[in-house]
């Protein structure tokens, strides 16, 4: 290392000086003449028809136009909506005349000033004609529960005809490409386009994640959709796997899903009931698992949505010119965004220019943009001047994004050693109203790779609910799994008599760990390689683990109990094609490109560590912070 | 500037606590209206309500700058909107995450909270008043951002640059846990807070070393 000029060097990150200045131009930050100011009539119920009379507000003085969900293009059906959530005929549209969730915008005004376009959404006449809703899953699966939605209550794929010869194939390549350390954005590819190639293709034509985490996955019912989703789903540790889908993917469904009385009367008041579920993956035999161990645990465990709330809320400028969209926007990738953008706006991405330079957090709900940038976009059109849509952090409530809360029950069986031999996982997916999330499934495999059970069973129900729209939250799905295992694992250690440092090293993943679901040929997905029994080994000498149990007892001591605790977790990274494009021209010049979807930092570093030497000066163009 | 007089001073009559509590009250009378804001007149058309401006002068970062105001107009929204300094953010608009924090005669504010004609006759300092205008020489709390590279989306530094340079004017020397203390009416929502506090220690270093 002593010949680096640049690894272990301070250095000063090119965006740091204008932050600390307030130079730092975020969405907000930005002023156009003439300008105008746009606010959101937003719905008071949670699910309900609307109609509305705008024309005492459009005769106002300084109102200049006034965007419904007429206007908005319809959905673009089997796109992808980054993070491989797959756009159903009931996607998201920016504005609706049926609000799915309370807070869902039905209209935007723009006019001279935000108090004017205020005082016009007071003058507009608005009717509901409130519909069935529901906030909690599990009452929406009851015999007569309520849908969120007229279609149903759960998103599903359809049955897909009989499995193909290519089938096998493609999952086997989900498996090489992963094998080979591409990771998560390849494999996917691979699953979803019949081959790598031509899903990394498809993907980039469409500008969208070709690493998205794998939808709700296909009914258990065999054939070639369960098997290529599984391959999806597997191909990443974190589930971040698969654009979501099988072959030529169907887009999911909504379809009316209701567990019996039995189902409910079965499990109890303290436990979640396990009716019959849309999803279901396993490998090994669980119950041979479940007969050679020493300890059973079965627990339910529910992990709440909690929104993102980046300080930065999806605040959105627009103004139109020669034909084309100039957009500022907040955002964790631009190149995400410019596709996404033109979806929601019905343009070609030819048309559209996105400037966002610096973005104020994002954790997964900024991806590819805010489909509320359609509105300002459409406005400005309408309008004809530039529009200006601030979003208060109380909008920022209703049409941020939040991380799908996952209620799970989870049955463990544990040798005498600590060793775990069978997990069967039952998860239920609080998805909100809009497309469908794969985090139940991610959770799954998550600890199925965390944990390296020597035979695991999942099922899983994607239950749609009239809470404000999900989507992904830092680690999506991981984050859940983890935080519904790791308290279970604990339990049975203590139970067992075991170090909490010692069951999970015995059941850490090592080499080329498994994970996920059987795949057709019988084995499971991989990892390239697993260092964690070392890592354990490592904190457990640096922490002086051994002495710090004997201190931190855990029992209260005057007014404070102290205790010491360990996890492990792990998380797929990056997405093919967008984390970074890394190029030597044959002139010399070295470009680094980079767009990948972080949640606040700065992606300049990484060219700066990786080139070594005055010649090797990268022209980095970080896009995304 | 004399720090050891500013600080007698200012710990006298104002304490952090004392200061938010006042601040939430406040709040409550503003936030109704606070977020609405109007940028120009209706030329030609009757005003609205309580859209009646009028021009004031303000002292800010050091300069005199006269300006329309409306009654009910915040701070905030005249910095951003009316004065172009948009380097204080608006995180929350109510008084709870920070973002929005100036000086008013060395005093740390939340200017979301506080009506601007309030301010009048006193002195009020945003992040871009920080370097130096002639050199450009970064405070010191920003050099200790700088070489601790604290924070990641920085939407909220400049309003915990902003409270931190206001406390250590009352604390030239903090414990690191008098300085969070000191910046606790901050939300840092991509939970970068140890890194912020070695940025900050480092910037109060770097003020004792001047």
Known sequence: MADNKLVGQNYTTPDLVAKVTGKAKYAEDYRVEGMLFAKLLVSTHPHAKVTFDTSAALAMPGVKAILTADDMPGAAVGATLGEGV???????????????YQGEP???????????????????????????????????????????????????????????????????????????????????????????????RAAAAEGSSSSGRAAAAPPA?????????????????????????????????????????????????????????????????????????????????????????????????????????????????????????ARWTGLTADKVVIISEYTGGGFGSKIPGAISMAIPALLSKKANAPVMMRITREDEHFIGRARPGILARVKLGMRKDGRITAIDMYAICDNGPYDAQGDGRSAGTTISLAYQPETMRWRGLTVLTNTPPKTSQRAPGGAQGIGLFEPILSKAAKKL??????????????????????????KQAYVTSAFVKEALDKGHELFQWDAKKASASGKKQGRLARGIGVAVSPYSGGSIGFDGLFIIKPDGRITFQASRGTCATSTSATPRRTCRGPASRPAARPRTR | MDDTKMSEQTSESVSRRGFIKGVIAAGAVASSSAYLFRTTPLLGQPSAPGSVERLITLNVNGQDRRVDVMKQETLAMTLRYKLGLTGTKLGCDR?????????????????CSVLTHTTRGKKVQTIEGLADPATGKLSAVQQGVIDEQGFQCAFCMPGFVMAATGYLKTNPNPTRQELAHGVSGNLCRCQDYDKILTALMKGAEHMRNA
């Open chain 2, 95 to 111: 008084a709870e995450c920070g973002a929005c924090t100036v000086l008013i005669d060395d005093v740390p504010h939340y200017s």
């Open chain 1, 106 to 200: 039905i209209l935007a005004v723009a006019a001279i000033d935000e108090k004017t376009a205020a005082e016009a959404i007071e003058a507009i006449v608005v009717h509901y004609s409130p519909l069935p809703f529901v906030v909690d899953p599990i009452e929406s699966l009851r015999p007569n529960g309520p849908n969120a939605r007229v279609q149903g209550n759960v998103w599903m794929r359809p049955a897909a005809p009989p499995a193909a010869p290519g089938a096998r194939g493609a999952a086997n390549d989900a498996r090489g490409a992963n094998a080979a350390g591409t990771g998560a954005g390849a494999a996917a590819g691979a699953a979803s386009g019949g081959g790598q190639a031509a899903g990394q």
């Open chain 1, 497 to 522: 008599g075991l170090d909490q440092v010692a069951v999970r090293r015995i059941n850490a993943p090592a080499g080329h760990a498994p994970f996920g679901p059987a795949l057709p040929n019988g």
């Open chain 1, 221 to 341: 019912a065999g054939g070639a959709a369960p098997a290529a989703g599984a391959a999806a789903g597997a191909a990443a540790p974190g589930g971040r796997g698969g654009r979501g889908a099988a072959g030529a993917p169907a887009p999911p469904q909504i379809a009316v899903w209701k567990w019996t009385d039995e189902d409910f009367a079965k499990a109890g008041p303290n436990q979640m009931p396990m009716g019959k579920a849309t999803d279901e993956w396993v490998f090994g035999n669980v119950e041979e698992g479940f007969k050679k161990a020493d300890l059973i645990i079965d627990e339910t465990f529910m992990t709440q949505s909690t929104g993102h709330q980046p300080l930065e809320t999806r605040t959105a400028m627009a103004y139109w010119q020669n034909g084309k969209l100039f957009l500022h926007g907040s955002t964790q990738s631009t190149v995400q965004t410019v596709a996404s953008v």
């Open chain 1, 86 to 100: 797959q756009a159903s005929a009931q996607a998201e549209r920016g504005l609706t005349n049926e609000p799915l």
